[in-house]
């Protein structure tokens, strides 16, 4: 074994062992989520779920991601027990194409879901330990 590598070996151990011990210690403080999303009643085709904690939860804020109207987070990754908002983004083509700064053009993404349940959400879900099972109904009108 190399200098280097004596020298840097402990360290690295810790750090894996920090990581590791991570996702048990938040396994306590997280829940699983399944569920479904629906945009004026049609399976939400792809797009993006996150849940932040509230003030009076405490933990990480988590997301996952929403395919063919179906969302599934894993403890491991899931939200904080408690209180979460929840933001849900999917942007979609718009027909149009927009150059895309490297001398070419790309499709025009623009979001597709009302900015009440993204940027200004007003969706908010109590997270409990174990699976959660979540549905969704959003409405462009």
């Given at each position: 074994?190399?200098?280097?590598?004596?020298?840097?070996?402990?360290?690295?151990?810790?750090?894996?062992?920090?990581?590791?011990?991570?996702g048990?210690?938040?396994?306590?403080?997280?829940?699983?989520?399944?569920?479904?999303?629906?945009?004026?009643?049609?399976?939400?085709?792809?797009?993006?779920?996150?849940?932040?904690?509230?003030?009076?939860?405490?933990?990480?804020?988590?997301?996952?991601?929403?395919?063919?109207?179906?969302?599934?987070?894993?403890?491991?990754?899931g939200?904080?027990?408690?209180?979460?908002?929840?933001?849900i983004?999917?942007?979609?083509?718009?027909?149009?194409?927009?150059?895309?700064g490297?001398?070419g053009?790309?499709?025009?993404?623009?979001?597709?879901?009302?900015?009440?349940?993204?940027?200004?959400?007003?969706?908010?879900?109590?997270?409990?330990?174990?699976?959660?099972?979540?549905?969704?109904?959003?409405?462009?009108?």
């Amino acid at each position: 074994m190399s200098h280097v590598m004596r020298r840097w070996a402990p360290l690295v151990v810790f750090a894996a062992g920090l990581l590791a011990g991570c996702g048990e210690r938040d396994a306590g403080v997280r829940g699983s989520v399944r569920g479904r999303v629906t945009l004026d009643g049609s399976p939400l085709a792809a797009g993006w779920v996150t849940f932040e904690p509230t003030a009076g939860t405490s933990g990480p804020t988590a997301g996952g991601e929403i395919a063919k109207g179906v969302l599934s987070i894993k403890t491991a990754k899931g939200p904080a027990i408690g209180t979460n908002l929840v933001r849900i983004s999917s942007k979609q083509p718009t027909g149009r194409t927009v150059p895309n700064g490297f001398g070419g053009t790309m499709d025009e993404l623009a979001e597709a879901v009302p900015k009440h349940y993204n940027t200004a959400t007003t969706l908010e879900v109590e997270i409990k330990k174990g699976r959660n099972d979540l549905v969704f109904d959003l409405k462009t009108k």
